[in-house]
Protein backbone atom coordinates (compact mmCIF):
# COMPACT_ATOMS: atom_id res chain seq x y z
CA UNK A 1 0.00 0.00 0.00
CA UNK A 2 1.50 3.43 -1.07
CA UNK A 3 1.32 6.62 1.49
CA UNK A 4 -0.17 8.44 -0.91
CA UNK A 5 -3.59 6.02 -0.98
CA UNK A 6 -3.06 5.97 3.22
CA UNK A 7 -4.95 8.77 4.37
CA UNK A 8 -7.90 8.75 7.60
CA UNK A 9 -10.74 9.73 6.58
CA UNK A 10 -12.64 12.82 7.99
CA UNK A 11 -15.86 12.34 10.57
CA UNK A 12 -18.21 11.79 8.59
CA UNK A 13 -21.25 14.32 8.11
CA UNK A 14 -24.09 14.85 10.47
CA UNK A 15 -27.22 13.29 9.23
CA UNK A 16 -31.05 13.63 10.05
CA UNK A 17 -31.02 10.38 11.57
CA UNK A 18 -28.92 11.80 14.16
CA UNK A 19 -31.69 13.43 16.35
CA UNK A 20 -31.16 13.96 20.02
CA UNK A 21 -33.61 10.54 21.06
CA UNK A 22 -34.26 10.15 24.73
CA UNK A 23 -31.18 9.09 26.74
CA UNK A 24 -30.05 5.64 28.49
CA UNK A 25 -28.53 5.39 31.79
CA UNK A 26 -24.99 3.26 32.19
CA UNK A 27 -24.86 0.03 33.27
CA UNK A 28 -25.51 -0.13 37.42
CA UNK A 29 -22.00 0.69 39.59
CA UNK A 30 -22.18 -3.15 40.60
CA UNK A 31 -21.17 -3.76 37.40
CA UNK A 32 -17.77 -2.51 38.12
CA UNK A 33 -17.38 -3.57 41.75
CA UNK A 34 -19.29 -7.49 41.74
CA UNK A 35 -16.58 -10.01 41.85
CA UNK A 36 -18.89 -12.64 40.59
CA UNK A 37 -19.69 -10.24 37.92
CA UNK A 38 -16.41 -10.00 37.10
CA UNK A 39 -15.64 -13.98 36.90
CA UNK A 40 -18.83 -13.95 34.63
CA UNK A 41 -17.99 -11.61 32.42
CA UNK A 42 -14.58 -14.17 31.74
CA UNK A 43 -16.74 -17.06 30.54
CA UNK A 44 -19.65 -14.50 29.29
CA UNK A 45 -17.11 -11.88 27.23
CA UNK A 46 -14.00 -12.63 27.31
CA UNK A 47 -13.37 -16.53 26.28
CA UNK A 48 -16.10 -15.64 23.36
CA UNK A 49 -14.31 -12.45 22.07
CA UNK A 50 -11.86 -11.58 19.46
CA UNK A 51 -8.77 -10.18 21.36
CA UNK A 52 -6.16 -8.01 19.87
CA UNK A 53 -2.50 -9.05 20.61
CA UNK A 54 -0.25 -7.36 18.94
CA UNK A 55 1.50 -6.93 15.46
CA UNK A 56 2.83 -8.86 13.41
CA UNK A 57 6.35 -6.87 12.35
CA UNK A 58 7.53 -7.71 16.12
CA UNK A 59 8.02 -11.37 14.49
CA UNK A 60 10.96 -11.02 12.41
CA UNK A 61 11.59 -14.88 12.05
CA UNK A 62 10.92 -18.75 12.59
CA UNK A 63 10.72 -19.13 16.53
CA UNK A 64 10.75 -15.42 17.45
CA UNK A 65 7.74 -15.52 20.44
CA UNK A 66 6.15 -13.54 23.20
CA UNK A 67 3.80 -14.78 25.87
CA UNK A 68 1.24 -12.99 27.49
CA UNK A 69 -1.30 -13.57 30.43
CA UNK A 70 -4.74 -12.99 30.31
CA UNK A 71 -7.36 -13.22 33.11
CA UNK A 72 -5.24 -16.06 34.06
CA UNK A 73 -5.04 -17.54 30.70
CA UNK A 74 -1.19 -17.80 30.33
CA UNK A 75 -0.35 -17.94 26.69
CA UNK A 76 2.11 -17.34 23.42
CA UNK A 77 2.55 -16.60 20.19
CA UNK A 78 5.07 -18.23 17.77
CA UNK A 79 6.11 -17.16 14.15
CA UNK A 80 6.39 -20.83 12.77
CA UNK A 81 8.44 -22.08 9.99
CA UNK A 82 5.90 -21.30 7.51
CA UNK A 83 5.49 -17.81 8.36
CA UNK A 84 2.23 -17.91 10.24
CA UNK A 85 1.74 -16.60 13.70
CA UNK A 86 -0.12 -19.24 15.54
CA UNK A 87 -1.20 -18.88 19.44
CA UNK A 88 -0.83 -21.92 21.96
CA UNK A 89 -1.94 -22.10 25.83
CA UNK A 90 1.72 -22.04 27.89
CA UNK A 91 0.64 -25.19 29.37
CA UNK A 92 2.89 -28.41 28.93
CA UNK A 93 0.44 -31.53 27.91
CA UNK A 94 2.51 -33.49 30.38
CA UNK A 95 2.08 -31.88 34.15
CA UNK A 96 1.32 -28.65 32.93
CA UNK A 97 4.43 -26.56 33.92
CA UNK A 98 4.83 -23.82 30.96
CA UNK A 99 6.57 -24.45 28.49
CA UNK A 100 7.85 -20.86 28.07
CA UNK A 101 9.19 -18.69 30.82
CA UNK A 102 10.61 -15.79 29.14
CA UNK A 103 8.55 -12.39 28.05
CA UNK A 104 9.88 -12.96 24.55
CA UNK A 105 12.72 -15.28 22.78
CA UNK A 106 13.02 -17.30 19.97
CA UNK A 107 13.66 -21.05 19.20
CA UNK A 108 12.54 -23.58 16.56
CA UNK A 109 12.40 -25.89 19.67
CA UNK A 110 10.04 -25.22 22.81
CA UNK A 111 11.57 -27.05 25.39
CA UNK A 112 9.51 -27.62 28.93
CA UNK A 113 12.39 -27.65 31.64
CA UNK A 114 10.09 -29.75 34.06
CA UNK A 115 10.95 -33.20 32.18
CA UNK A 116 12.02 -32.21 28.79
CA UNK A 117 8.91 -32.39 26.57
CA UNK A 118 9.49 -30.76 23.61
CA UNK A 119 7.35 -28.52 20.89
CA UNK A 120 7.89 -27.42 17.29
CA UNK A 121 6.88 -23.79 16.15
CA UNK A 122 3.91 -25.32 14.90
CA UNK A 123 2.80 -26.90 18.64
CA UNK A 124 2.82 -30.37 17.51
CA UNK A 125 5.06 -32.86 20.41
CA UNK A 126 8.54 -33.91 19.28
CA UNK A 127 10.18 -34.87 22.26
CA UNK A 128 8.86 -36.77 25.22
CA UNK A 129 11.69 -38.79 27.29
CA UNK A 130 11.23 -42.27 27.55
CA UNK A 131 7.96 -42.57 25.88
CA UNK A 132 8.93 -44.17 22.47
CA UNK A 133 8.17 -47.68 24.66
CA UNK A 134 5.30 -46.85 25.97
CA UNK A 135 2.42 -48.59 24.24
CA UNK A 136 -0.28 -46.69 22.93
CA UNK A 137 1.03 -43.37 23.59
CA UNK A 138 0.10 -40.70 20.46
CA UNK A 139 2.88 -37.62 20.09
CA UNK A 140 -0.02 -35.76 17.84
CA UNK A 141 -2.56 -36.16 20.71
CA UNK A 142 -0.12 -34.92 23.17
CA UNK A 143 0.73 -31.82 20.85
CA UNK A 144 0.46 -28.24 22.47
CA UNK A 145 -3.37 -26.53 22.98
CA UNK A 146 -3.72 -24.57 20.17
CA UNK A 147 -5.87 -21.52 20.56
CA UNK A 148 -7.64 -20.09 17.47
CA UNK A 149 -5.92 -16.73 15.78
CA UNK A 150 -6.45 -14.41 13.17
CA UNK A 151 -3.81 -12.02 11.68
CA UNK A 152 -5.12 -9.58 9.33
CA UNK A 153 -4.02 -7.67 6.15
CA UNK A 154 -2.28 -4.81 7.80
CA UNK A 155 -0.87 -7.10 10.00
CA UNK A 156 -3.00 -7.08 13.31
CA UNK A 157 -3.14 -10.01 15.17
CA UNK A 158 -6.13 -11.43 17.33
CA UNK A 159 -6.58 -14.69 19.46
CA UNK A 160 -10.18 -16.33 20.45
CA UNK A 161 -10.22 -18.40 23.51
CA UNK A 162 -13.92 -20.09 22.73
CA UNK A 163 -13.43 -23.74 21.85
CA UNK A 164 -16.53 -24.43 21.42
CA UNK A 165 -18.44 -25.31 17.72
CA UNK A 166 -20.26 -22.00 18.42
CA UNK A 167 -17.58 -19.78 18.27
CA UNK A 168 -18.05 -16.54 15.92
CA UNK A 169 -15.69 -16.52 12.74
CA UNK A 170 -13.16 -13.11 13.10
CA UNK A 171 -14.38 -12.05 9.39
CA UNK A 172 -17.76 -12.10 11.23
CA UNK A 173 -17.12 -10.33 14.90
CA UNK A 174 -15.03 -7.63 13.33
CA UNK A 175 -17.32 -7.17 9.85
CA UNK A 176 -15.74 -3.98 7.89
CA UNK A 177 -12.47 -3.77 10.23
CA UNK A 178 -10.10 -4.58 7.39
CA UNK A 179 -11.97 -1.98 5.48
CA UNK A 180 -11.67 0.93 8.07
CA UNK A 181 -7.73 0.22 8.83
CA UNK A 182 -6.88 -0.23 5.06
CA UNK A 183 -6.70 3.93 5.46
CA UNK A 184 -3.59 3.52 6.72
CA UNK A 185 -0.01 2.53 5.85
CA UNK A 186 1.03 0.04 8.80
CA UNK A 187 3.93 -0.93 6.69
CA UNK A 188 5.71 2.45 7.16
CA UNK A 189 5.70 2.40 10.23
CA UNK A 190 7.86 0.06 12.77
CA UNK A 191 8.61 -1.26 16.25
CA UNK A 192 9.35 1.56 18.81
CA UNK A 193 8.27 0.87 22.59
CA UNK A 194 6.22 -0.32 24.69
CA UNK A 195 5.04 0.79 28.42
CA UNK A 196 2.63 -0.25 30.85
CA UNK A 197 0.34 1.22 33.85
CA UNK A 198 -1.37 -0.47 36.51
CA UNK A 199 -4.59 0.87 37.71
CA UNK A 200 -6.97 0.55 40.54
CA UNK A 201 -10.09 0.52 38.46
CA UNK A 202 -12.81 -1.36 37.00
CA UNK A 203 -11.97 -2.51 32.79
CA UNK A 204 -14.78 -0.41 32.16
CA UNK A 205 -13.97 2.43 33.64
CA UNK A 206 -11.17 2.84 31.64
CA UNK A 207 -13.53 2.02 28.51
CA UNK A 208 -16.66 4.97 29.20
CA UNK A 209 -13.56 6.98 29.04
CA UNK A 210 -11.80 5.85 25.79
CA UNK A 211 -15.28 5.65 23.93
CA UNK A 212 -16.19 8.95 24.24
CA UNK A 213 -14.61 12.58 23.87
CA UNK A 214 -16.99 14.64 25.89
CA UNK A 215 -14.55 14.94 28.13
CA UNK A 216 -11.66 16.05 26.14
CA UNK A 217 -12.10 19.83 25.88
CA UNK A 218 -12.22 19.71 29.52
CA UNK A 219 -9.42 16.80 30.49
CA UNK A 220 -7.13 17.00 27.58
CA UNK A 221 -5.54 20.06 26.78
CA UNK A 222 -3.22 18.68 24.69
CA UNK A 223 -5.27 16.93 22.51
CA UNK A 224 -7.95 19.60 22.50
CA UNK A 225 -5.30 21.77 20.77
CA UNK A 226 -4.06 18.92 18.10
CA UNK A 227 -7.68 17.76 16.94
CA UNK A 228 -10.94 19.98 16.37
CA UNK A 229 -12.72 18.56 19.45
CA UNK A 230 -16.09 19.86 17.78
CA UNK A 231 -15.76 17.28 14.71
CA UNK A 232 -14.69 14.51 17.23
CA UNK A 233 -17.19 11.45 16.47
CA UNK A 234 -17.37 8.05 17.53
CA UNK A 235 -19.69 5.64 15.06
CA UNK A 236 -20.54 1.89 15.99
CA UNK A 237 -19.92 -0.29 13.46
CA UNK A 238 -20.68 -3.83 15.49
CA UNK A 239 -18.21 -4.85 17.71
CA UNK A 240 -15.96 -2.21 17.32
CA UNK A 241 -16.41 1.20 16.98
CA UNK A 242 -14.52 4.14 14.47
CA UNK A 243 -13.05 7.01 16.15
CA UNK A 244 -12.79 10.38 13.68
CA UNK A 245 -11.69 13.81 14.76
CA UNK A 246 -10.40 16.81 12.29
CA UNK A 247 -6.75 17.68 12.37
CA UNK A 248 -5.60 21.28 13.56
CA UNK A 249 -3.96 21.87 10.02
CA UNK A 250 -2.27 24.87 11.12
CA UNK A 251 1.22 25.58 13.89
CA UNK A 252 -0.17 25.49 17.56
CA UNK A 253 0.61 28.04 19.12
CA UNK A 254 1.86 28.42 22.83
CA UNK A 255 1.27 31.79 24.99
CA UNK A 256 3.97 32.05 27.99
CA UNK A 257 3.24 35.01 30.66
CA UNK A 258 5.73 36.75 32.43
CA UNK A 259 4.34 38.36 35.54
CA UNK A 260 6.37 41.46 36.79
CA UNK A 261 4.22 41.25 39.88
CA UNK A 262 5.43 44.84 41.09
CA UNK A 263 2.70 45.65 43.40
CA UNK A 264 3.25 42.84 45.56
CA UNK A 265 6.87 43.60 46.17
CA UNK A 266 7.57 46.68 48.85
CA UNK A 267 10.02 48.38 46.50
CA UNK A 268 7.27 48.32 43.81
CA UNK A 269 4.41 49.68 46.33
CA UNK A 270 2.99 52.40 44.77
CA UNK A 271 4.04 52.41 41.33
CA UNK A 272 1.72 51.67 38.77
CA UNK A 273 1.53 47.92 37.84
CA UNK A 274 3.35 46.83 34.48
CA UNK A 275 1.05 44.85 31.83
CA UNK A 276 2.15 41.04 31.95
CA UNK A 277 4.62 40.54 28.85
CA UNK A 278 3.20 37.78 26.70
CA UNK A 279 5.61 35.44 24.02
CA UNK A 280 3.77 33.86 21.69
CA UNK A 281 5.17 30.82 20.64
CA UNK A 282 4.55 27.86 17.30
CA UNK A 283 5.41 24.60 16.97
CA UNK A 284 4.54 21.68 14.77
CA UNK A 285 1.12 19.81 15.84
CA UNK A 286 1.87 16.61 17.83
CA UNK A 287 -0.55 14.72 16.54
CA UNK A 288 0.50 15.14 12.92
CA UNK A 289 -0.51 16.32 9.43
CA UNK A 290 -3.50 13.72 8.58
CA UNK A 291 -6.82 13.02 10.68
CA UNK A 292 -6.70 10.42 13.23
CA UNK A 293 -7.64 6.99 12.64
CA UNK A 294 -9.01 5.68 15.62
CA UNK A 295 -10.63 2.06 16.51
CA UNK A 296 -12.13 0.81 20.08
CA UNK A 297 -12.03 -3.04 19.57
CA UNK A 298 -14.85 -4.77 21.43
CA UNK A 299 -14.05 -5.57 24.56
CA UNK A 300 -10.97 -3.94 25.91
CA UNK A 301 -8.52 -2.78 23.31
CA UNK A 302 -7.84 -0.01 21.29
CA UNK A 303 -5.66 0.55 17.69
CA UNK A 304 -4.97 4.42 17.45
CA UNK A 305 -2.85 5.72 13.90
CA UNK A 306 -1.40 9.14 14.08
CA UNK A 307 0.54 10.49 11.54
CA UNK A 308 3.75 10.27 13.15
CA UNK A 309 3.12 7.14 14.99
CA UNK A 310 0.25 4.37 16.03
CA UNK A 311 -0.08 2.84 19.00
CA UNK A 312 -2.15 -0.06 20.53
CA UNK A 313 -3.81 -0.30 23.96
CA UNK A 314 -4.37 -3.71 25.38
CA UNK A 315 -6.80 -3.50 28.98
CA UNK A 316 -5.95 -6.51 31.01
CA UNK A 317 -8.58 -6.92 33.15
CA UNK A 318 -7.36 -8.26 36.72
CA UNK A 319 -9.70 -7.44 39.44
CA UNK A 320 -13.28 -5.87 39.56
CA UNK A 321 -11.30 -3.44 41.03
CA UNK A 322 -7.72 -3.63 39.23
CA UNK A 323 -6.38 -3.07 35.55
CA UNK A 324 -3.01 -3.17 33.28
CA UNK A 325 -2.73 -1.41 30.56
CA UNK A 326 0.03 -1.98 27.99
CA UNK A 327 0.56 0.34 24.94
CA UNK A 328 2.54 -0.51 21.88
CA UNK A 329 4.26 2.01 20.08
CA UNK A 330 5.59 2.52 16.59
CA UNK A 331 6.77 5.11 15.04
CA UNK A 332 7.25 6.27 10.94
CA UNK A 333 10.22 5.29 9.36
CA UNK A 334 12.92 7.44 9.26
CA UNK A 335 11.18 10.04 11.66
CA UNK A 336 13.59 11.85 13.72
CA UNK A 337 14.12 10.80 17.39
CA UNK A 338 12.95 14.11 18.75
CA UNK A 339 10.05 13.75 16.79
CA UNK A 340 9.46 9.99 18.53
CA UNK A 341 10.04 11.94 21.61
CA UNK A 342 7.45 14.34 20.96
CA UNK A 343 4.80 12.40 20.26
CA UNK A 344 5.65 9.84 22.75
CA UNK A 345 5.42 12.54 25.07
CA UNK A 346 1.99 13.57 23.63
CA UNK A 347 0.82 10.33 24.03
CA UNK A 348 1.54 9.45 27.60
CA UNK A 349 -0.16 13.23 28.77
CA UNK A 350 -3.35 11.87 27.06
CA UNK A 351 -2.75 8.54 28.47
CA UNK A 352 -2.12 9.37 31.96
CA UNK A 353 -5.00 12.26 32.16
CA UNK A 354 -7.40 9.31 31.04
CA UNK A 355 -5.81 7.14 34.04
CA UNK A 356 -6.25 9.64 36.72
CA UNK A 357 -9.53 10.35 35.49
CA UNK A 358 -10.43 6.18 35.83
CA UNK A 359 -8.63 5.86 39.26
CA UNK A 360 -10.95 9.12 41.26
CA UNK A 361 -13.85 7.47 39.30
CA UNK A 362 -13.63 3.91 39.87
CA UNK A 363 -13.21 5.48 44.46
CA UNK A 364 -16.37 6.71 44.07
CA UNK A 365 -18.44 3.60 42.42
CA UNK A 366 -16.92 1.28 45.30
CA UNK A 367 -18.54 3.53 48.08
CA UNK A 368 -22.12 1.82 46.62
CA UNK A 369 -23.77 6.18 46.68
CA UNK A 370 -23.60 6.66 43.06
CA UNK A 371 -25.92 3.47 41.08
CA UNK A 372 -26.37 5.09 37.03
CA UNK A 373 -25.74 7.95 35.41
CA UNK A 374 -27.72 9.16 32.50
CA UNK A 375 -25.40 9.30 29.07
CA UNK A 376 -26.05 11.79 25.84
CA UNK A 377 -27.64 10.02 23.06
CA UNK A 378 -24.53 11.31 20.98
CA UNK A 379 -21.60 12.93 23.05
CA UNK A 380 -21.77 9.11 24.32
CA UNK A 381 -23.03 7.05 21.90
CA UNK A 382 -19.64 5.02 21.93
CA UNK A 383 -20.25 4.38 25.71
CA UNK A 384 -24.13 3.59 25.28
CA UNK A 385 -22.90 0.75 22.37
CA UNK A 386 -20.09 -0.73 24.18
CA UNK A 387 -22.15 -1.28 27.18
CA UNK A 388 -25.17 -2.63 25.34
CA UNK A 389 -22.46 -5.18 24.10
CA UNK A 390 -21.58 -6.59 27.33
CA UNK A 391 -24.94 -6.20 28.58
CA UNK A 392 -26.40 -8.40 26.07
CA UNK A 393 -23.31 -11.10 26.25
CA UNK A 394 -23.88 -11.49 30.17
CA UNK A 395 -27.63 -12.31 29.50
CA UNK A 396 -27.13 -14.86 26.59
CA UNK A 397 -24.93 -16.45 28.31
CA UNK A 398 -26.87 -16.64 31.31
CA UNK A 399 -29.90 -17.78 29.87
CA UNK A 400 -27.52 -20.47 27.87
CA UNK A 401 -26.57 -21.69 31.29
CA UNK A 402 -29.73 -22.20 32.82
CA UNK A 403 -30.85 -23.92 29.70
CA UNK A 404 -28.66 -26.56 29.62
CA UNK A 405 -28.91 -26.67 33.24
CA UNK A 406 -24.81 -26.61 34.21
CA UNK A 407 -21.96 -23.60 34.05
CA UNK A 408 -20.15 -23.69 30.20
CA UNK A 409 -16.97 -22.11 30.11
CA UNK A 410 -15.98 -21.01 26.31
CA UNK A 411 -12.26 -21.75 26.98
CA UNK A 412 -12.25 -25.01 28.57
CA UNK A 413 -10.32 -27.49 26.91
CA UNK A 414 -9.87 -30.14 29.70
CA UNK A 415 -13.09 -31.28 29.65
CA UNK A 416 -11.94 -33.34 26.19
CA UNK A 417 -10.24 -36.23 28.34
CA UNK A 418 -8.53 -39.04 26.74
CA UNK A 419 -9.99 -41.86 29.03
CA UNK A 420 -13.39 -42.88 30.39
CA UNK A 421 -11.88 -42.98 33.44
CA UNK A 422 -10.81 -39.23 33.50
CA UNK A 423 -14.20 -38.40 32.40
CA UNK A 424 -15.83 -40.16 35.32
CA UNK A 425 -13.39 -38.26 38.42
CA UNK A 426 -14.30 -35.06 36.58
CA UNK A 427 -17.99 -35.80 36.39
CA UNK A 428 -17.53 -36.80 40.52
CA UNK A 429 -15.67 -33.33 41.02
CA UNK A 430 -18.05 -31.56 39.83
CA UNK A 431 -20.91 -33.69 41.99
CA UNK A 432 -18.57 -32.90 44.90
CA UNK A 433 -18.03 -29.17 44.40
CA UNK A 434 -22.42 -28.69 44.46
CA UNK A 435 -22.57 -31.09 47.20
CA UNK A 436 -20.50 -28.62 48.83
CA UNK A 437 -22.13 -25.40 48.08
CA UNK A 438 -25.76 -26.60 48.39
CA UNK A 439 -26.10 -30.14 49.67
CA UNK A 440 -29.89 -30.35 49.12
CA UNK A 441 -29.89 -29.48 45.46
CA UNK A 442 -28.55 -33.41 44.70
CA UNK A 443 -28.99 -35.21 47.67
CA UNK A 444 -26.23 -37.37 48.89
CA UNK A 445 -23.72 -38.72 46.34
CA UNK A 446 -24.12 -42.39 44.98
CA UNK A 447 -20.43 -44.21 46.41
Not at 110 to 129: I, Q, V
Not at 148 to 166: A, P, Y
Request: aromatic residues 14%; charged residues 25%; contains cysteine.
Amino acid sequence: MSAAVAKPAPPPQDTTDEKLLPGEHTLPASWWTSQKVFDYEKKAIFARSWLFVTHQQRFKKAGDYFSYSFMGWNFFLIKTKAGEIKAFHNVCRHRAYPVVRKQQGSSIVLGCKYHGWSYNTDGLLTKAPHFNEVEGFDPKANSLFEIRSHTTKEGLVFINFDNTDQYTPFEEFFAGLDQEMAEYDFDDYEYHMSYELDGEFNWKTLMDGYQECYHCPTAHPGLNSAFKMETYKVVPKGNYCRHYAKIVEDEIEEVEEEDPDTESSWFGFGKKKQEKKKTVKTRENPGGTFNGLWCYLFPTNGVNCYSPAFYSIRVLPIAPSRTILQYDIYTKKGLAEDKKKEFVDFLQQVEIEDFNLCVQTQKNLNQGIYSTGYLHPLKERGVLHYQGLVKDMVKRHFELEQKEGREINPARIGGKQNSSEAQELEELCSKIECQGSNPESLGELDW
